[in-house]
């Protein structure tokens, strides 16, 4: 067993596998390390010292004047930047407040173009001025394919609108066909096409060409129906006027018929009916709208078809609030019993309007919907509706009406 005095002798005896030359580079790179952090740290006391001392409140009035006006300059700039940051904030809020008005202000804001349509009807009639010009288009018919076809060509002299002095119209073509049942006056849209739209004329040539399959049976119950709009990207279309002509009375099986007619101010077709209920809660602030039943005219039956409705707040021509109802396959009378309540300030309910919409849509199909009618009631120009006057007087109490559906 060795003792500790062999131990430390051994210790001692070791050497560093290194030559001399190794030794002495590690050496001058330690030496050169150890040089450049004393450098390092003596520029850093440097700059230290070097900066002056912040001024503090007991030593405030041995300031010199230079040091007195920087020291003002750098307030008022200060004051400055958060006058423009409190500007801007005021800007941009202002900024969000217009955004929000032109939402209530514009039809289209926020919506797709086919829900934008139960507003726009609203106040679609006030929006017809200087119903004039001529729109020329033709129809003919195939007896061996039994196909109607109908090629919308041009427009002369239609009117502008005064805060544009231009016009970008398009052309909206429908075919009504008058009903088989016992309600003669009841019309069923079978088709709707749109032209393309021609930019800033007031002559436009539209040359759009639409066809579709009809039975000769089919021809003679059919009225074409043309609306004649000024297209705007911002609002509702303005409707610049339209034709209409009864196929039955055009001889189409011998050869196709061109047709020139003056433009005339838009009406409105019966499509159906809707039974509504309304109930007035004064001290909840609630009215609630009940859709019990819609009747429609449909010259086929197809289980794939099915309806929902659209019922729009609108007060002020503002957009309030909206809700719509469960899907329900279509039939001749269609039943849906539900109720959509809506909470509103009793200002906004004694002056809104009460916009139902009804859409078709087909079942497993995207993008099918179609508006297919739509029935108003609420306070107007012409005055009350005679439902909303019941409303107003039966508090609390549900009061059922038909109404009709128009498009």
């Known amino acids: ?231 705007d990207r911002f609002s509702r279309h303005s409707v610049l006027g339209e034709v209409r002509t009864r196929l039955n009375n055009l001889n189409l099986l011998s050869h196709p018929v061109e047709i020139s007619e003056e433009l005339q101010k838009l009406n409105k077709d019966l499509v159906g009916e809707i039974l509504l209920s309304l109930k007035y809660l004064p001290t909840a602030q609630r009215i609630e709208v009940g859709l019990l039943k819609i009747k429609t005219a449909s010259l086929t039956s197809n289980q794939d078809k099915a309806l929902y409705a659209r019922v729009t707040i609108v007060c002020n021509q503002c957009r309030l609030k909206q809700q719509k109802t469960s899907l329900k396959s279509k039939w001749g009378i269609t039943v849906f019993n539900e109720v959509l309540t809506f909470s509103l300030l009793d200002s906004n309910i004694r002056e809104c309007v009460i916009a139902v919409s009804v859409y078709e849509t087909i079942v497993h199909q995207k993008n099918s919907k179609r508006l297919i009618g739509q029935a108003i009631l609420g306070k107007r120009k012409a005055g009350e509706d005679e439902h909303w006057c019941l409303m107003m007087q039966s508090l609390r109490q549900p009061i059922a009406k038909w109404h009709s559906l128009l498009i």
């Open 1 to 231: 067993m060795s003792s500790p005095g062999s131990f430390r002798l051994s210790f001692a005896s070791l050497r560093m596998p290194f030559s001399d030359g190794v030794k002495y580079t590690l050496l001058g790179i330690s030496v050169s390390l150890f040089a450049i952090a004393a450098l390092i740290l003596t520029w850093q006391l440097y700059q230290y010292f070097k900066r002056k001392p912040k001024p503090s409140g007991k030593v405030k009035s041995y300031q010199s004047v230079d040091d007195k006006q920087a020291g003002k300059t750098i307030f008022e700039a200060a004051d400055k930047e958060s006058d423009i940051q409190k500007h801007d904030y005021k800007v941009q809020k202002l900024e969000d407040e217009i955004k929000k008005l032109s939402r209530c202000l514009s039809a289209t804001s926020s919506i797709s173009e086919q829900d934008s349509a139960d507003f726009q009807s609203i106040t679609e009639a006030d929006a017809q001025v200087n119903i004039h010009g001529k729109l020329r288009f033709s129809v003919s018919y195939d007896r061996e394919q039994s196909q109607f076809a109908l090629t919308v060509l041009d427009a002369t002299g239609l009117p502008v609108q005064d805060f544009s002095q231009s016009a970008d119209p398009f052309v909206k073509v429908k075919l009504l066909s008058g009903s088989l049942s016992e309600q003669p006056n009841l019309q069923c849209v079978l088709q709707e096409w749109e032209t393309k739209t021609v930019k800033n004329s007031r002559n436009p040539v539209f040359g759009s060409q639409f066809s579709c399959p009809l039975t000769e049976k089919e021809l003679k119950t059919i009225t074409v129906k043309l609306e004649v709009r000024d297209f």
